[in-house]
């Protein structure tokens, strides 16, 4: 079964550095994803990406955060100078279209980010 | 997109069949209901989506009335596996594809 990638898996980081959150999306897939949680709390969605631009962005995904997609395999989230508030689960996503599949939306299982 | 009600946790018995029912009173004609499940410090997973009356597949069922106003995911005969936060979710997902989780249902499965 095809999967999405992230790496790191944890990523520990001090507060007002920038780190950059790596995914492999399924690679006929054409929607990428970012979303986050806070531990204990509801997955959060922060941004869309198709056709290498931004299609929605929630309020969390401020001028701190970033996305690309730099060749035809990897996206991105950048965030340019972490908060210790960015703590989080950070999970991509990916999907073949931007609409109802068999399938759903494919996770990846995470990175934790943890700033000190 | 709907808002949706479920509850908050649940216990169950291995071999047990789990129903978890989900509210959402003001589902629009477009919208589709689709349920994910989350284990600790992993990615949601999809499990089934459906728009009316019944789907099944290899994991779970769905049962969706004529209104359209619930909907209730089936679980037949759990293991200690099945336990985990399980989401349902409504909309259209044509525009833009974004989902929106709630609190979901904690199901926890003993022995």
């Known amino acids: 079964e095809p999967e999405v990638t992230q790496t790191p898996s944890h990523q520990v980081t001090q507060m007002g550095q920038e780190v950059i959150l790596r995914c492999v999306p399924i690679?006929?897939?054409?929607?990428f994803y970012w979303y986050r949680q806070i531990l204990g709390q509801k997955v959060e969605f922060l941004v869309s990406?198709?056709?290498?631009?931004?299609?929605?962005k929630s309020e969390i995904f401020d001028d701190q955060f970033s996305v690309e997609r730099p060749d035809g395999s990897n996206f991105t989230l950048k965030i340019r100078s972490t908060k210790l508030e960015d703590s989080a689960m950070y999970f991509c996503?990916?999907?073949?279209?931007?609409?109802?599949?068999?399938?759903?939306?494919?996770f990846g299982s995470g990175t934790r980010l943890t700033v000190v | 997109l709907a808002k949706t009600t479920q509850p908050i946790s649940m216990d169950s018995y291995e071999g047990q069949e789990v129903n978890i029912t989900c509210s959402h009173n003001?589902?629009?004609?477009?919208?589709?209901i689709t349920w994910y499940q989350q284990f600790p410090s992993q990615g949601p997973r999809f499990i089934i989506q459906g728009y009316k009356t019944k789907v099944t597949n290899e994991v779970a069922s769905l049962f969706i009335p004529a209104d359209r106003k619930s909907s209730t995911l089936s679980l037949p005969r759990v293991s200690l596996s099945d336990t985990a936060v399980y989401y349902c979710?409504?909309?259209?997902?044509?525009?833009?594809?974004?989902?929106?989780f709630g609190q979901g249902t904690e199901l926890s499965v003993k022995p």
């Open positions: 003001n589902i629009a004609t477009n919208d589709y």
């Open positions: 979710l409504v909309g259209a997902w044509n525009q833009g594809g974004k989902l929106i």
């Open positions: 996503a990916s999907s073949e279209w931007a609409g109802l599949t068999s399938y759903g939306y494919t």
């Open positions: 990406f198709y056709n290498n631009e931004i299609s929605e």
């Open positions: 690679s006929n897939h054409l929607y």
